[in-house]
């Protein structure tokens, strides 16, 4: 049977992300960022959250401001995070990325990662990024609350963690330091149901 090239099948739509679907706000325009970030739960506020007295401290933090505008440290690590993502993408692969994202089942719960892939095989992967002044034997707790949370909201199932530490603002070493984590469940429902307190919190306090 002869063939004409009109008769060729049309090919597939290309299937659209689901978590671009999800994303609020891009931290390039600072001002609709902090906007966005202000009416829900962000991956800064839950490294915060760890106890009870914890979600209080950081519901006053939402409904005051914490003062705090950035210092020394801030500044380099901000001027720093291009160049190590620069090398996250050459080594890992992972894309820079500054939108910030909402869970798929709440528009509250929100998250800003510093890097993502979607890879061939489907799954989601995240890179955050890191300055600092100590020597890590380990990351930090409040830095791994912020990777999981991450996690929770992109559907993602692990994070390039990358740091680079610096003495006197100069970096210590010609290449960062990584380490893979994992998405963890447990921790992720401990922290989901830590962030629904501090957001049942704020609604008490906004409807008075």
Not at 28 to 51: N, Q, Y
Not at 149 to 155: D, E, K, P, R, S
């Amino acid at each position: 049977m002869l063939s004409f090239p009109w008769e060729a099948e049309a090919p597939e739509p290309a299937v659209t992300p689901a978590h671009l679907a999800r994303i609020v706000a891009d931290s390039t325009d600072r001002v609709a960022w902090l906007r966005a970030r202000s009416r829900g739960i962000t991956a800064t506020d839950v490294a915060k959250l760890s106890t009870q007295r914890s979600v209080h401290a950081a519901a006053l933090d939402k409904l005051h401001g914490t003062g705090f505008s950035g210092n020394a440290y801030t500044d380099h690590g901000r001027a720093r995070e291009p160049e190590i993502a620069a090398w996250v993408r050459a080594e890992h692969g992972i894309e820079p990325s500054t939108a910030l994202f909402h869970a798929e089942g709440n528009r509250r719960h929100l998250a800003t990662p510093d890097g993502l892939v979607l890879r061939e095989s489907g799954q989601l992967e995240l890179a955050e990024i890191k300055t600092t002044a100590k020597g890590w034997r380990s990351i930090p707790r409040s830095y791994l609350r912020q990777v999981w949370w991450q996690q929770y909201v992109l559907g993602a199932e692990r994070t390039l963690f990358v740091w680079e530490r610096h003495e006197n603002f100069v970096p210590v070493d010609p290449e960062p330091e990584y380490r893979w984590i994992d998405r963890d469940e447990n921790q992720i429902a401990v922290l989901v149901g830590l962030a629904d307190q501090l957001i049942g919190i704020l609604t008490r306090q906004a409807s008075k």
